[in-house]
């Protein structure tokens, strides 16, 4: 199985920038495309997808969201983070089943 | 508007059975594969199955395979996960989800509200 691994929680000040990490075991590149997506949730509410593809933005998210990264290092920034920007995070790929999350990192106000 | 409702969750003994529908709106259901994903309380996601939209390739995760079924009715709108073998370890917030279609690659683009599912004597 494709292991994802992110840091537990994050600190960060409103209109700050925070860069939220996804490390995964293996590459999940292929062919130039990645098989990396972030998702948003927040207390009580189903996951919202935010970037697929490791950094396209889903339909409806700010600008203000942004990916990056290929292989095995990627990483989503929010900046500058508002205050409804305060959820917990998760990355996810798609390159093998199973399918498999990463742990989620909690933003959470410095 | 793209709607997924799900329902048929509750409280079931450890060894019993349940079964979860999941209605689709707003959007032409056989043209897409659909999946459930689980979150246990106050834990992070889990993949639980997919399933194709013609139902030709089906997946599972070593968890629960051999004990859960999905399956869909593309003239009913609906998808389903049928829960056998129940164990404390089930317990979770069940959510079905759409793939997204846009792209090269299987993503959620859509997720349901979810129902909870408790697994206990």
């Known amino acids: 199985d494709i292991v994802l691994t992110q840091s537990p929680a994050l600190a960060v000040s409103l209109e700050q920038r925070a860069t939220i990490s996804c490390k995964t075991s293996q590459n999940v590149d292929n062919y130039g495309i990645s098989y990396m997506h972030w998702y948003q949730q927040k207390p009580g509410q189903q996951p919202k997808l935010l970037i697929y593809e490791g950094s396209n933005l889903a339909s409806g998210i700010p600008a203000r969201f942004s990916g990056s990264g290929s292989g095995t290092d990627f990483t989503l920034t929010i900046d500058p983070v508002e205050a409804d920007d305060i959820a917990t995070y998760y990355c996810q790929q798609s390159k093998d089943y199973p399918r498999t999350f990463g742990g989620g990192t909690k933003l959470e106000l410095k | ?121």
């Open chain 2, 1 to 121: 508007e793209v709607q997924l409702v799900e329902s048929g969750g509750g409280l079931v003994q450890p060894g019993r059975s349940l079964k979860l529908s999941c209605l689709a709106s707003g959007f032409t259901f056989s043209n897409y594969g659909m999946n459930w994903i689980r979150q246990a309380p106050g834990k992070g996601l889990e993949w639980v199955a997919s399933i194709s939209s013609s139902s030709s390739y089906i997946y599972y995760a070593d968890t629960v395979k051999g004990r859960f079924t999905i399956s869909r009715d593309n003239a009913k709108n609906t998808l389903y996960l049928q829960m056998t073998s129940l164990r404390s370890e089930d317990t979770a917030l069940y959510y079905c989800a759409r793939h997204g279609n846009y792209g090269y690659t299987p993503y959620f683009d859509y997720w349901g509200q979810g129902v909870m599912v408790t697994v206990s004597s």
